[in-house]
């Protein structure tokens, strides 16, 4: 979810509505991800974003990744 926080964690007084939500959270988490990883041209992504498993996070790692980069930068990107 990528508008909404993460619920908290489960602990030994969690029902079955808490772990209910983390799962819906832990399913939409990993198809949004699986979504911006294929949707994404592999040469913006590199080494560096294979292991991160969070949306979230992934979204802002991919988007520092191009304010760091000059636009001469992101066009040899397109270009190879």
């Given at each position: 979810?990528?508008r909404?926080?993460?619920?908290?964690?489960?602990?030994?007084k969690?029902n079955?509505e808490?772990?209910?939500?983390?799962?819906?959270?832990?399913?939409?988490?990993?198809m949004?991800?699986?979504?911006?990883?294929?949707s994404?041209?592999e040469a913006?992504?590199?080494?560096?974003?294979?292991n991160?498993n969070i949306?979230?996070?992934?979204?802002?790692?991919f988007?520092?990744r191009?304010?760091?980069?000059?636009?001469?930068k992101?066009?040899?990107l397109?270009?190879t």
């Open positions: 979810m990528l909404i926080d993460s619920p908290p964690p489960l602990t030994y969690s079955f808490n772990k209910r939500e983390i799962e819906l959270q832990e399913k939409s988490n990993r949004s991800l699986m979504i911006m990883k294929k994404i041209i913006f992504l590199g080494t560096n974003f294979e991160i949306a979230k996070e992934f979204l802002v790692k988007g520092k191009f304010v760091k980069n000059e636009k001469s992101i066009c040899t397109l270009k």
